[in-house]
Every structure is written in structure tokens, then in C-alpha cells.
Antibody, heavy 120, light 107 residues
Framework: QVQLVQSETEVKKPGASVKVSCKAS????????ISWVRQAPGQGLEWMGR????????NYAQKFQGRVTMTTDTSTTTAYMELRSLRSDDTAVFYC?????????????WGQGTLVTVSS | SYELTQPPSVSVSPGQTASITCSGD??????ACWYQQKPGQSPVLVIY???RRPSGIPERFSGSNSGNTATLTISGTQAMDEADYYC??????????FGGGTKLTVL
């Protein structure tokens, strides 16, 4: 069965970076894109960007341009999202989600989420 | 940038029909999808490509999209359907866009 298993909770200081992983299993990794979505406490869903697992092409939301990097390791079927220059308002749950359409029309499986807390 | 607007809350009595709207400029020309999210859980896709149901989603969930509005309809609403619902579309300039979410209360 399709699974996206994310890395554990992180606590970071302002100005630091965080790298969240998303291990995929149960399907052909390179046939589906991966999006990353952020959800601040008590808030809605916010798309950060997506990566093609086939060729590594990325599309980042304008808000995160220059501060986020998405990568994949096809040998371990793992996607990564690194966010730099963390601020307190980056405190959120970060999700990876599978994109079957190739155009992010929808996301059919989601990881369990990774809580990142940014605090001094 | 492209925006999607949802009502913050919708209430429905058990067994009745709930309708949640999602509005955006010429949304009917794009594909809309819907996610259900219960407290402490990851979102679950309940409708994609306007009206298609993923495997395992009950038939009481249906969707439509025309003009500037997409609608998620839950027929015979059950207590277990109480959750936050988010619409989503893709815009060529903005990328993936989510609505602000609607809290569905079944009372």
C-alpha cells in the first residue's frame, strides 16, 4: 500500500535550517510528483512547492522562493524539503503529499506530518 | 495571485445534506478537488477533478464545479463527517492554491 513516512519532530532556533524527509513506498516513486504543504497551528493549508521525482524539476511558491529547497533521492525513494532562515512564524506541521496528475491538480496520499517548532 | 474563498463554517443536522462552496475567478475552467481533515490528522482527498471520488470514499460525497464556484456536497451527513474541508485548485501563475477551509459541524 502507498505510504509516505516523514521524519520526526524538530525544534530549531531562529535563523537555523530544517530538513524534513518523506520516505515513499508501495508505488513507483518516479511516476508521481511530491508537493510540500505547510500548516501553522490552527491555520489552513499552504502550498510550498513541488518536485518532479522523475527529473528533479521544482516549482516553488513565490512566498518561499530563495528560502526553500526540495530534492529527492531516487535510490532511497525519499523526498526532502529544506527551509532556511527559520522564523518563529515558520512553526508549523509540514506535510509531503503525492501528486498523481503531474500538474498538482490534486494530492492523493499524504504523509503523517512533521512538526517543526522554531523557538529561541 | 489566485485566491479561493470558502465560508469559515457550515452547520448541518445529522442525515441532512451539507453543501460547502469554494469561489474563485473562473474556477470552473480549472480542476477543483476537496480534502477532509480531522483534528490531529493529515488531510484526506475526498473529491478530485471536480467530481471524482477516490477509492474508499463514501458515495455520499459528491462534487461539482461551474462558473466561479465549486461545491462539495455531503448527502445524509453523519457525525463522522464533522471535520475541516479544504478546496484546492491549480493556477498557472500561482501554483497550487488552497481555500481557507470550512469547519463542518454536525449537530
Amino acid at each position: 500500500q502507498v505510504q509516505l513516512v516523514q521524519s520526526e519532530t524538530e525544534v530549531k532556533k531562529p535563523g537555523a535550517s530544517v530538513k524534513v524527509s518523506c520516505k515513499a513506498s508501495g508505488y513507483t516513486f518516479t511516476s508521481y510528483g511530491i508537493s510540500w504543504v505547510r500548516q501553522a497551528p490552527g491555520q489552513g493549508l499552504e502550498w510550498m512547492g513541488r518536485i518532479s521525482t522523475y527529473n528533479g524539476n521544482t516549482n516553488y511558491a513565490q512566498k518561499f522562493q530563495g528560502r526553500v529547497t526540495m530534492t529527492t533521492d531516487t535510490s532511497t525513494t525519499t523526498a526532502y524539503m529544506e527551509l532556511r532562515s527559520l522564523r518563529s512564524d515558520d512553526t508549523a506541521v509540514f506535510y509531503c503529499a503525492r501528486d498523481p496528475s503531474g500538474s498538482s491538480w490534486y494530492h492523493d496520499f499524504w504523509g503523517q506530518g512533521t512538526l517543526v517548532t522554531v523557538s529561541s | 495571485s489566485y485566491e479561493l474563498t470558502q465560508p469559515p463554517s457550515v452547520s448541518v443536522s445529522p442525515g441532512q445534506t451539507a453543501s460547502i462552496t469554494c469561489s474563485g475567478d473562473k474556477l470552473g475552467e480549472k480542476y477543483a478537488c476537496w480534502y477532509q481533515q480531522k483534528p490531529g490528522q493529515s488531510p484526506v482527498l475526498v473529491i478530485y477533478q471536480d467530481s471524482r471520488r477516490p477509492s474508499g470514499i463514501p458515495e455520499r460525497f459528491s462534487g461539482s464545479n461551474s462558473g466561479n464556484t465549486a461545491t462539495l456536497t455531503i448527502s445524509g451527513t453523519q457525525a463522522m463527517d464533522e471535520a475541516d474541508y479544504y478546496c484546492q485548485a491549480w493556477d498557472s501563475s500561482t501554483g497550487v492554491v488552497f481555500g481557507g477551509g470550512t469547519k463542518l459541524t454536525v449537530l
